[in-house]
C-alpha cells in the first residue's frame, strides 16, 4: 500500500482535508484528475455538498490563521462517508457537507441546524428530546420505532434512536447521505446516514481549545468548552469537551401562569483518548455522559368534525388557523440520562487495513405530563376531578369548542343540561372537555423508555491493482423497556414510573408495558474496479439478521378503578390496566419472537465525462427491520374501533420489516476554475411496508403503535448550485422538489392514492455569506440563510371522512401543514482567535406548525408549535 493513499475513515485529525486552505467557504467540488486514486468499496447514493458548499478548514486557530494568510484558492473536500477517505468528487451520488469553517460560521450546535441547511431533509423535533424523526426523500423515522438513517460518529454506528438529539460540539465535519445506505451501514439506513466527525486530538501539535457562551431572549443561555492535546508527545492525546444549555422556552402555561411548556436544560460531557504506539497502530477511547430536564407534550388540540361546526366553527377547524392556548395543570417533565463509551483499534497490516470497534450506550428516558382522557369521561366521578371542575367554573375559560361547567359530566349528555333552582339560579351545567384542560379529569400520561446496546464491528480493507475491497461483520444487542400509563390525578403531581397501586396518590389506570431484546449480526463486503481511467464501477452486499423478542410485564392481577370494557358510558373499573390482555378479548400474558432479515445489495457507475464534470448511477436495497408494538394493541384496536366503528384498521402486535429499492442518476461538477460549483440528480424509490406511527385514543385510554404502508412510490428531482467568485463573498441555492403516492395500504385501505406522511413537497434553501476585511486578522461576517418547506401531510389519512367514537364522521382536508420559511441570520466580527456575533434564528418570527398528529376516530389531531424567533449575542475564544 505505499504507492497509494490508504483508505481510512475512522483516524481523520479533521475529515475534511485542505488541498490549499481557503479562508471561508469553499465550493463541494473541484478540479477533478481522472488519474486520481479512488476507493469506492460500495455504491452509496451520495453527491455534492450542498449547505455545505463550506469551508474545509481546521478548528484550531493555528490553522485557521495559515488560512487567512493564503492567497484566494479553492479547497478539495475530503469525505468518509463510504467509510474511507475519498474525494467529494469521486463520491456517485448526492452528499451534503458541512466543514469545520460553515459549522462555525452558520452556528451549528443541533441536529435541526445542519438539518436546515440540506435539500430534501426534514427533521421534527416534538413531543420530548428522544422523539426526533428526519425525512430523507420521503423516506420518515417511525416514533416508537427506528430511525430511518445510520447515525455515526467518528467512525462509531450509534443505533438509540434517542441518540441522535444531542448538542454537537468540537465538530470538525457532518456528512449527510441520501437514499439506500444498507450495504454499506446495514439496518435501519434505508432513507441515508448521518456521519459526524469531531476534531481528533493530536499527540505531534499544539495545546488547542476553544470556549463559547450566548444569551438570547426567553432566558436562553448556552456554553460550551473544549480543550486538546499531546499528553505524551508522539503517543497519547487527549480531549475533553462539556457544553451547557438552558431556557424557558417560548410559551407559557395560562393556567399554571409559569413558562413550562417547552422550557429546556442539559449537559454533556465527552472525553477521548488517542494512542498511538507505532504508526501503524491507534487506539481511539471516547466517553460522554449527558442530562437533559425539561418538558414534554407541548401539544395542543384542533378539532375536525365538520357536523358540528355549526354550533362551532372550532370543531372544524384548519390546523394553519389554530391559536395556541396551553392550560394543563400538570407541569410536565422530561428526563434523560446517558453513559456512552467506546473503543475503536485501527492497524495497518501493509496488505489490509484491520478496524475493529465496540460500543455501550445506556440512554434511560422519561416523561410525564398531562392527559387526554377528559372527553371519555373516565373519571367524572373521581372526587378531584369533581372539585377541580366546580372551583374553576366561572373563573377560567377554556378555548372553543370546549365548555367549562360546574360539572364535569358532558354537555352532551342530557342529564347534565343546564338546570336551575326554584329561584332560577344555574343549579348544573355540563362541560365539553377536550385534552390537556386545568381540571384533574384528564388523568395523567407517564412514558418510559430506556434502551441499553452494546454493538460490535471488525473490518478489513485493502487494495489490488485496479480494484478496492472491503469485508467486515456486525453485532448488536439491544434491550429495550417501554411503558406508556394512563393514572387518576389526584391533584398531587405524577409519581414517574409504570406502575402505581390504588392506595398512591396517582394510582395507573391503563398500562401497556413491555420488555424488548434484539440480537443482530451482519455480514457485509464491498467491492470496487476501475474498469478505465474514467470510469468506475461498484459492487456491495450485505446480510442482516435481527431476531426480537417481546414479553409483557403488566401486572396481570391488577385492576382498573374507573376504567371499563364494557361500553354502556358508565365507568365501573374491576378491568384489567392493559384490556389487549384481558383474556374476554381474546387476548392474555405472552412472550413473541420474529426473526427478520434482508439481503442488501448495492451498484454504482461513476463516468468522468470531463476533468470537471462527473456522471454517476446507482441502485441500492434499503432495508429496516420490524418490531413489537405493545401487546394487546390489536385486540384493543379491533374491540374499540374495529367493531364499534367498522374503522376496518389492520394493525397488529407485529409491524412488518420495511424495504425500499432506490434508483438515481446525476451529474455534479466545476465551471470558471471552480468559481462555480453545481449539482443535479434525480431518484425513484419504491418501499414496501412503510413504517408508520399511529396514535389512538378512546374509551380504553390511549394507545401508540406502528403501522406498515404496504406500498409507497418516490420520485424526486435535486439541484443545487454554489458560486464563489472572491474570498469575501459566496452564495448558494440548493432544492429538491418531491411527488409520492400511497399504492397500496391494508392498514387503512382508504388511503390509496394519497401522499406519504411526513413528506413535504419541496424544500428550497438560499444563503450567502459576506467575509469583510476590517483590518489585518479581523472580519465583519453577515450571513443569511433562508429556508421554504412545501406543504405537509402529517398521516395517511389526508383528504376523506373517517368514523369517529362520537358518532359523527371526521374529516381531515384541513390537517395540512401550509408551507412556510423561516430566515436565520449571523451578523458580528470574527479573528483569528475570537468572535462575537449577534444572531436570530426565525427572524421574521414566523408561526410555524412543528408536527401535526391526526387522531382520525378521535376527530382531531394534536398539534406542537414550531420555535418562534429567537435572538442573541454570542462570543467565542479559540487558541
Known amino acids: 500500500m505505499a504507492d497509494m493513499p490508504r483508505a481510512n475513515q475512522d483516524t481523520l485529525p479533521g475529515a475534511a482535508k485542505n488541498i490549499k486552505s481557503a479562508p471561508h467557504f469553499v465550493s463541494g467540488t473541484g478540479c477533478k484528475n481522472p488519474q486520481h486514486w479512488r476507493y469506492s468499496a460500495s455504491a452509496l447514493v451520495i453527491g455534492l455538498a450542498l449547505g455545505g458548499m463550506t469551508p474545509a478548514t481546521p478548528s484550531a486557530a493555528a490553522q485557521d490563521a495559515q488560512g487567512e494568510a493564503d492567497s484566494f484558492t479553492l479547497e478539495e473536500i475530503v469525505v468518509t462517508s463510504r467509510r474511507i477517505e475519498e474525494r467529494l468528487t469521486d463520491v456517485p451520488a448526492t452528499v451534503s457537507v458541512l466543514t469545520g469553517r460553515t459549522i462555525r460560521d452558520a452556528g451549528i450546535e443541533r441536529p435541526e441546524d445542519f438539518i436546515g441547511l440540506t435539500a430534501g431533509v426534514t427533521i421534527v423535533d416534538a413531543a420530548e428530546v428522544g422523539d426526533t424523526q428526519v425525512n430523507i ?76 457562551a450566548s444569551a438570547a431572549n426567553d432566558n436562553t443561555f448556552y456554553a460550551n468548552a473544549a480543550l486538546s492535546g499531546a499528553i505524551v508527545e508522539g503517543k497519547l492525546a487527549g480531549s475533553i469537551a462539556a457544553d451547557w444549555r438552558s431556557s424557558d422556552g417560548f410559551f407559557r402555561n395560562d393556567f399554571l401562569n409559569d413558562k413550562v411548556v417547552d422550557d429546556f436544560e442539559n449537559y454533556n460531557i465527552n472525553g477521548r483518548l488517542v494512542y498511538t504506539p507505532t504508526p501503524d497502530t491507534t487506539f481511539d477511547y471516547k466517553i460522554r455522559v449527558g442530562e437533559v430536564e425539561g418538558a414534554a407534550i407541548s401539544f395542543d388540540a384542533a378539532f375536525a368534525l365538520p357536523a358540528f361546526a355549526g354550533v362551532n366553527p372550532a370543531w372544524n377547524q384548519d390546523v394553519n ?102 329561584n332560577g339560579n344555574p343549579t348544573q351545567l355540563g362541560s365539553v372537555f377536550g385534552p390537556y384542560t386545568p381540571t384533574t379529569c384528564d388523568g395523567t400520561q407517564f412514558q418510559l423508555r430506556d434502551q441499553t446496546d452494546i454493538s460490535f464491528e471488525i473490518r478489513l480493507a485493502g487494495e489490488l491493482d485496479n480494484a478496492r475491497w472491503l469485508l467486515g461483520a456486525y453485532y448488536l444487542d439491544i434491550d429495550r423497556q417501554v411503558a406508556v400509563n394512563l393514572g387518576i390525578d389526584r391533584g398531587q403531581g405524577v409519581i414517574p414510573q409504570p406502575f402505581n397501586g390504588p392506595e398512591t396518590s396517582n394510582p395507573t389506570e391503563q398500562l401497556v408495558w413491555d420488555d424488548f431484546d434484539s440480537r443482530v449480526f451482519a455480514f457485509f463486503g464491498q467491492f470496487a474496479y476501475d474498469v478505465s481511467d474514467r470510469m468506475e464501477l461498484a459492487l456491495a452486499l450485505r446480510y442482516d439478521n435481527e431476531k426480537r423478542e417481546v414479553r409483557s410485564l403488566v401486572p396481570t392481577d391488577a385492576r382498573s378503578q374507573f376504567v371499563d370494557f364494557d361500553g354502556d358510558g358508565v365507568f365501573n373499573g374491576g378491568a384489567p390496566l392493559n384490556p389487549g390482555l384481558d383474556p374476554a ?52 384496536i379491533e374491540a374499540f374501533f374495529n367493531q364499534p366503528l367498522g374503522a376496518n384498521l389492520g394493525i397488529s402486535d407485529v409491524f412488518e420489516e420495511e424495504t425500499s429499492s432506490a434508483f438515481e442518476v446525476g451529474v455534479k461538477g466545476s465551471a470558471a476554475d471552480g468559481v462555480v460549483n453545481f449539482e443535479a440528480a434525480g431518484y425513484y424509490v419504491e418501499v414496501d411496508d412503510m413504517q408508520f406511527f399511529e396514535f389512538l385514543v378512546g374509551s380504553f385510554g390511549l394507545l401508540r403503535v406502528v403501522s406498515n404502508i404496504d406500498e409507497v412510490e418516490i420520485r424526486g428531482l435535486e439541484a443545487s448550485i454554489n458560486v464563489r467568485p472572491n474570498d469575501w463573498w459566496q452564495a448558494y441555492a440548493n432544492a429538491n422538489v418531491l411527488d409520492s403516492e400511497i399504492n397500496a395500504n391494508s392498514a387503512r385501505p382508504d388511503t390509496v392514492g394519497n401522499e406519504a406522511p411526513y413528506t413535504p413537497d419541496y424544500t428550497l434553501n438560499i444563503g450567502t455569506q459576506f467575509n469583510l476585511p476590517v483590518n489585518d486578522g479581523l472580519d465583519a461576517i453577515i450571513r443569511a440563510d433562508w429556508q421554504l418547506i412545501g406543504p405537509t401531510w402529517f398521516h395517511t389519512v389526508q383528504d376523506q371522512d373517517r368514523p369517529t367514537v362520537f358518532g359523527a364522521p371526521g374529516n381531515y382536508a384541513s390537517t395540512q401543514r401550509d408551507s412556510y420559511h423561516t430566515l436565520d441570520m449571523r451578523v458580528g466580527f470574527q479573528s483569528e482567535t475570537w468572535s462575537l456575533m449577534a ?23 394534536f398539534l406542537q408549535p414550531g420555535a418562534l424567533r429567537r435572538w442573541g449575542i454570542e462570543l467565542g475564544y479559540r487558541f
Open 321 to 422: 388557523d389554530h391559536e395556541f392556548s396551553f392550560q394543563p395543570n400538570i407541569n410536565p417533565q422530561n428526563e434523560q440520562d446517558t453513559f456512552e463509551t467506546s473503543l475503536k483499534v485501527e492497524h495497518d497490516m501493509e496488505w489490509a487495513t484491520l478496524t475493529a470497534w465496540g460500543l455501550y450506550s445506556d440512554i434511560d428516558n422519561f416523561f410525564f405530563s398531562d392527559g387526554t382522557s377528559g372527553a371519555f369521561g373516565f373519571f367524572n366521578d373521581e372526587p378531584t376531578c369533581e372539585q377541580s371542575t366546580a372551583d374553576l367554573f366561572g373563573n377560567f375559560t377554556l378555548p372553543a369548542p370546549q365548555v367549562l361547567g360546574n360539572v364535569p359530566e358532558s354537555l352532551f349528555n342530557p342529564a347534565s343540561w343546564p338546570a336551575t333552582d326554584a
Open 839 to 861: 444572531f436570530a434564528r426565525n427572524l421574521t418570527n414566523e408561526d410555524i406548525i412543528e408536527e401535526v398528529i391526526p387522531a382520525p376516530e378521535f376527530g382531531g389531531s
Open 137 to 212: 426523500r420521503g423516506i420518515n423515522g417511525a416514533r416508537d420505532a427506528e430511525n430511518s438513517f445510520a447515525f455515526m460518529v467518528d467512525g462509531i454506528l450509534y443505533t438509540n434512536p434517542a441518540a441522535f438529539n444531542r448538542e454537537f460540539s468540537n465538530l470538525s465535519q457532518i456528512e449527510i447521505l441520501k437514499g439506500p445506505q444498507g450495504a454499506i451501514y446495514g439496518r435501519n439506513a434505508a432513507a441515508g446516514a448521518i456521519i459526524v466527525n469531531t476534531q481528533t486530538p493530536d499527540a505531534n501539535g499544539p495545546v488547542t481549545g476553544q470556549v463559547e
Open 585 to 636: 378479548f381474546g387476548g392474555g400474558a405472552r412472550e413473541n419472537e420474529r426473526t427478520f432479515s434482508e439481503l442488501q445489495p448495492k451498484v454504482s457507475l461513476t463516468y468522468d465525462i470531463s476533468d470537471d464534470i462527473t456522471a454517476f448511477a446507482s441502485w441500492g436495497i434499503g432495508f429496516k427491520s420490524g418490531g413489537f408494538n405493545n401487546q394487546g394493541s390489536a385486540a384493543i
